[in-house]
């Protein structure tokens, strides 16, 4: 066999392996992709959690929330859960130990619903969980949080939390808390949560990042030669030689301005609704 065909079934052989190797690799993608959609489209129950253990509510009121909380959940697909608390590491088993402060009201909230409504990752665990918070019972000083989550969070903006909060403050604020929360839930039903952002994300950039890890997988990060060493290529001339120092040495220039640029820089301010797909509102009341 001439040395013209070798080179030839060497090449295709090469080819073709490369070819089945890149051809298997999309096709687990495609098949992983597809698995895990079906994964993801499996309908799961939405949860209704009541949790009144600051004991706020009447026997009667609890009915009266529970089942405009079951509506709401049913009406929105979303989990609902509320929360009144006075002692937030007691009714939270946590290695974390939330102080009184504003950041860890927030985080108790965010974590009572995980805790409660959202045991499944990566499904659908759209939904909000109404806080409030009795531990310092004083005017002022109590507080309340609207966590959003998933849908929740692109249908209902950290913005509407926080104009919800203030349409109830006055109720909560004179410990009218029924009124309170019966008007919050009944707010959060006249919001859309069929949200495109949400749709958006899983159509448009969970594909494109599909299709960045099948070109990442497809490129092979193969090692240069080794940089032949100048002397190789250079005569024994003195006149080269002394060429090739030169362009080898460092040139170091110095500009005198009277005018000096200054660094503008940027700040940006704004503190974010929540990491992720999740946020809310609320405040001090």
Known sequence: MSKKDNLKRS???????????????????????IALYIYLSLPISKKVVVDDKADIFSSSELDDIEAAAKKLSKAKDINVVLIT???????????????????DC????????????????????SGICILVDLSIDEPGMRYFRLFTNGTAYYAVSNEDCDRIFRNYRGEL???????????????LGKYSFTSYGFVTFFCLIGPALLAL?????????????????YKEYLSESEGVQANENFLRQKVVVTYDSDSSSGGGGFSGGGGGGGGGHSGGGGGRF
């Open 11 to 33: 090449m295709f052989g090469e080819f073709s392996l490369l070819s089945g190797g890149m051809l298997a690799g999309v096709i687990a993608l495609c098949v992983l992709s």
């Open 85 to 103: 608390t006075r002692d937030k590491n007691h009714d939270l088993k946590s290695s974390y130990k939330y102080s009184d402060s504003d950041e």
């Open 106 to 125: 927030n985080k108790f909230a965010h974590d009572y619903y995980y805790d409660k409504a959202a045991p499944h990752k990566l499904r659908d665990n």
């Open 173 to 187: 604020a004179e410990c009218e808390y029924y009124t309170a929360i019966s008007g919050v839930l009944k707010d």
């Open 213 to 229: 890890l099948i070109c990442f997988a497809g490129l092979r990060k193969g090692k240069l030669d080794k940089a032949p060493q």
